[in-house]
T-cell receptor
């Protein structure tokens, strides 16, 4: 049973528009969440994180929203750029120091020029 | 600063053969992870080391998989014997350690194909 779900395997967005990637989780003990981006033939790279004590975290074009009651988080990319085309993984942790993360299956984002 | 280094990048072996993967984490990172990533899935933790101690190996199939991190730096993951279902990407990651950053830094992975 997947504890972290990303129900959209793929998403296509026009350059300059907003990309919204969604993530749902089942374990209410998760208290820290990360988003990773992965290009082909490379390892995942950290993008942005959010603690359960917050409902929003922003870093440049990237914003993560957390809705604890719905066990849902989303990543917004505004404006989307062709270089954002990659697979995005949502990850969640219950450890105090976030040492063990559970990853979702990923969403492939394609930003069309 | 050099990132996480993994070798080989690609490996093709026949089933029942042994295989080993090597990882050199970022200098000073105490925590090292080995993940398995199947096609279309996210990384799944196999084992986590704090320095040279394996603190979580609950997901490591110990009948055929083994790992070591001698001297708390480099690590090796071994499969013996390999099975067809072991075909996947094996990722190594490191992080500064408990009480520090949550962020894990991943290597490029080793793509294993078992024929």
């Amino acid at each position: 049973d997947q504890q972290v779900k990303q129900n959209s395997p793929s998403l296509s967005v026009q350059e300059g528009r907003i990309s919204i990637l969604n993530c749902d989780y089942t374990n209410s003990m998760f208290d820290y969440f990360l988003w990773y981006k992965k290009y082909p033939a490379e390892g995942p790279t950290f993008l942005i994180s959010i603690s359960s004590i917050k409902d929003k975290n922003e870093d440049g074009r990237f914003t993560v929203f957390l809705n604890k009651s719905a066990k849902h988080l989303s990543l917004h990319i505004v404006p989307s750029q062709p270089g954002d085309s990659a697979v995005y993984f949502c990850a969640a942790s219950v450890d105090n120091y976030g040492q063990n993360f559970v990853f979702g299956p990923g969403t492939r984002l394609s930003v069309l020029p | 600063e050099a990132g996480v280094v993994q070798s080989p990048r690609y490996k093709i072996i026949e089933k029942k053969q042994p295989v080993a993967f090597w990882c050199n984490p970022i200098s000073g990172h105490n925590t090292l992870y080995w993940y398995l990533q199947n096609l279309g899935q996210g990384p799944e933790l196999l084992i986590r080391y704090e320095n040279e101690e394996a603190v979580d190996d609950s997901q490591l199939p110990k009948d055929r998989f083994s790992a070591e991190r001698l001297k708390g730096v480099d690590s090796t993951l071994k499969i013996q014997p390999a099975e067809l279902g072991d075909s996947a990407v094996y990722l190594c990651a490191s992080s500064p350690g408990q009480g520090a950053s949550y962020e894990q830094y991943f290597g490029p992975g080793t793509r294993l194909t078992v024929t």
